[in-house]
């Protein structure tokens, strides 16, 4: 079955500096997409960056990027220079094998990520 | 680009009322739209597919009388809350994928409607 698992309840990072968030993902299809979400306190689901399974490059969107290991089955976020604004959930999620509208994701329990100035 | 516009953010309402919430696609056209229920500190669960112009898919376990969900044109979507009572309070929240991007189904969500039934 596919699932996603993020094994870090909660984490800290100092203001300016990287963090890395974990994500492994199980899988047993050769085509599937992965996403990391940013959830605030006020509530709004924030879509931060995609990594397609055949896509070669490594995902990146300004200050994220997705550090993708197929053969490790994970997909890190990495978040460089961290900025206070930062501070919130992050959801890894995956696209669920199925044709048709339907589809849906599976999502992580999430990562609560502090950053202290 | 991508806006999704949720509303209202928040109701507070009497138990055995009804409550209607929006989810607008403000810039693209929207064929599909999820509807989320999340309890506090947990992730999201699914409770509906919503397809334009056809009947929603729920998942296991959720009263489809209960949360009524209308797809009526590629922009909107509704979630009614019928005879809501206390155990209904939650935080609410829909997402829209782009019709052009169903193949990746990157959902763009709104800003989530807090419900809570007195």
């Not at chain 1, 199980?26 to 399974?53: A, C, H, N, R, V």
């Not at chain 2, 009263?63 to 797809?71: G, V």
């Not at chain 2, 005879?83 to 990746?104: L, T």
Request: aromatic share 12%; with cysteine.
């Amino acid at each position: 079955a596919q699932k996603i698992t993020q094994t870090q309840p909660g984490m800290f990072v100092q203001e300016k500096e990287a963090v890395t968030l974990d994500c492994t993902y199980d899988t047993s299809d050769q085509s599937y997409g992965l996403f990391w979400y940013k959830q605030p306190s006020s509530g709004e689901m924030i879509f931060l960056i995609y990594q397609g399974s055949y896509d070669e490059q490594n995902a990146t969107e300004g200050r994220y990027s997705l550090n993708f290991q197929k053969a490790r089955k994970s997909a890190n976020l990495v978040i460089s220079a961290s900025q206070l604004g930062d501070s919130a959930m992050y959801f890894c999620a995956m696209r669920e094998r199925n044709a048709g509208n339907n589809r849906k994701l599976i999502w992580g329990l999430g990562t609560s990520l502090a950053v202290n100035p | 680009g991508a806006v999704v516009s949720q509303h209202p953010s928040r109701v507070i309402c009497k138990s055995g009322t009804s409550v209607k919430i929006e989810c607008r696609s403000l810039d693209f056209q929207a064929t599909t739209m999820f509807w989320y229920r999340q309890f506090p500190k947990q992730s999201l669960m699914l409770m509906a597919t919503s397809n334009e112009g056809s009947k929603a898919t729920y998942e296991q376990g959720v009263e489809k009388d209960k949360f009524l969900i209308n797809h009526a044109s590629l922009t909107l979507s509704t979630l009614t809350v019928t005879s809501a009572h206390p155990e209904d309070s939650s935080f609410y929240i829909c997402s829209a994928r782009m019709s052009e991007q169903w193949a990746k189904n990157i959902q763009y969500f709104g800003a989530g409607t807090r419900l809570s039934v007195l």
